[in-house]
């Protein structure tokens, strides 16, 4: 049999240009032919003609801007797909690579040390933490995403909500990992769903512990501020250049080339942190600096006095 052709591929960039070459070459003669018509016809009728093709050459122009509108947003929405994809079997590949390597290790009796058994043990439950938060975290997003996360929101101070972040944190890390700093003085109510509020901390810590270098410093702080109780979170990592800074927070957002290069992500925890603290009626702010570490702010409003009686 004889080689088989293969069909010419197109690109993104030569599909928009025939798109716009099909839509500009029509409607640029229709537009000619329409003046033409109003300005060298003599009667009523050949303004009339030409007033209904120049209509329907801006309508056809609108039409095709609506295609290639939507052209773009699903050839992004399809990039997005195999970028979130990837990223998720990258992240499931490394701690499952860990597990199979202390498994076997057991498994094939080559260490009869306890103290060696008992750090395969944790370092494969560690492992099996992180696949557990990976997958807590796409699924929350999910849920976030298709508008089916309900909060259920009671008054209260945010330690129980901060505890659970750093129990959980803490069981995803190695002994002597991260050194770890708090400070922790707020003491206003809010209203709070706890678990979604340790979700978010959550993604701040593990966000933190990403980009940071082999040196890890992490701070945890909590306050009392004008109308309500902030939690930050601050790193020594590589820092977010100004210019990305607030596109940081939108899905599959990771920054430039160098924090993507620095730690591997699927680029929704600062999403669901952003949507956490919205529904709870707050903001999320950075400031950050690149060389010089960032914090992550979330501030949330202080519940009303409890003899009011009301519910914010």
């Known amino acids: 049999m004889g080689r088989r052709e293969e069909l010419p591929y197109l690109s993104q960039t030569r ?31 050949s303004i009339v003609v030409g007033i209904l093709v120049v209509s329907f050459a ?11 509108v939507i052209f773009q947003r699903r050839t992004r929405l399809a990039h997005q797909q195999v970028t979130f994809l990837t990223n998720v079997t990258h992240e499931l590949r490394t701690p499952l690579a860990a597990i199979r390597l202390y498994g076997q290790t057991l498994q094939l009796e080559r260490t009869e040390d306890p103290e060696t058994r008992r750090q395969c043990v944790d370092a494969i439950l560690r492992e099996t933490g992180r696949l557990g938060q990976l997958v807590d975290r796409v699924l929350e997003w999910r849920r976030i995403a298709e508008g089916r996360r309900v909060y259920q929101k009671q008054r209260g101070r945010i330690d129980g909500a901060v505890d659970e972040a750093l129990t959980n944190f803490q069981g995803l890390l190695a002994a002597g990992e991260v050194e770890l700093r708090q400070e922790r003085s707020a003491t206003r109510e809010a209203y709070i769903d706890q678990p979604a509020l340790a979700e978010a901390v959550l993604n701040l810590l593990v966000n933190a512990h990403k980009y940071t270098g082999e040196t890890k410093h992490i701070a945890l702080h909590t306050r ?4 309500g109780v902030e939690i930050a979170v601050e790193d020594n990592g590589v820092g977010i250049p100004e210019s990305e800074q607030a596109r940081m927070f939108k899905p599959f957002r990771r920054g430039d080339d160098r924090l993507r290069s620095q730690a591997s992500g699927v680029g929704i925890g600062l999403s669901i942190v952003r949507d956490v603290t919205r529904a709870h ?4 702010r950075v400031v950050s600096e690149p060389g010089r570490g960032s914090t992550f702010t979330i501030f949330l409003p202080a519940a009303p006095p409890a003899d009011t009686g009301g519910k914010s």
């Open 15 to 45: 599909i928009l240009l025939l798109l716009i070459l099909g839509v500009l070459t029509p409607v640029g003669l229709m537009s000619a032919a329409g003046v033409v018509a109003i300005v060298v016809g003599g009667g009523i009728g």
């Open 58 to 68: 801006l309508a056809t122009l609108g039409a095709g801007t609506a295609l290639l």
């Open 224 to 227: 009392d501020v004008d109308g």
């Open 281 to 284: 009626g707050g903001k999320v």
